[in-house]
């Protein structure tokens, strides 16, 4: 059975940092490319970071060079550096993996939280 795990999140005090990890018990897990989203309550879920198969690095703008994602396909994981959290960062954060050759394998995990709050 296929999982995506995250972990990592907590409660942060603006300006802190935390790291995200996202494990995948994929086969060929460097045929993914991951996505990190987020959540807020009462909000849509929204784009942060994307990785592709051959390390293409995409952020949303309102990262503005804060998080820095890094993947490791001999352990299967994608990780997410937050920096500079700010209350407006607080939400669930979500991975997702999606195969490059066919939509069929497409995974999301079940979210860590992210409260940044002094």
């Known amino acids: 059975q296929v999982r995506l795990v995250e972990s990592g999140g907590g409660l942060v005090q603006p300006g802190g940092s935390l790291r995200l990890s996202c494990a995948a018990s994929?086969?060929?897990?460097?045929?993914?490319?991951v996505d990190w989203y987020r959540q807020a309550p009462g909000n849509e879920r929204e784009l942060v970071a994307s990785?592709?198969?051959?390390?293409?690095?995409n952020y949303a703008r309102f990262v503005k060079g804060r998080f820095t994602i890094s993947r490791d396909n001999a352990k299967n994981t994608v990780t997410l550096q937050m920096t500079s959290l700010q209350p407006a960062d607080t939400a669930g954060y979500y991975c997702?993996?999606?195969?490059?050759?066919?939509?069929?394998?497409?995974?999301w995990g079940q979210g860590t939280q992210v409260t940044v709050s002094a």
């Open positions: 997702n993996a999606k195969h490059v050759y066919t939509s069929k394998y497409n995974y």
């Open positions: 994929v086969n060929h897990f460097s045929l993914y490319g």
């Open positions: 990785i592709t198969s051959t390390n293409i690095i």
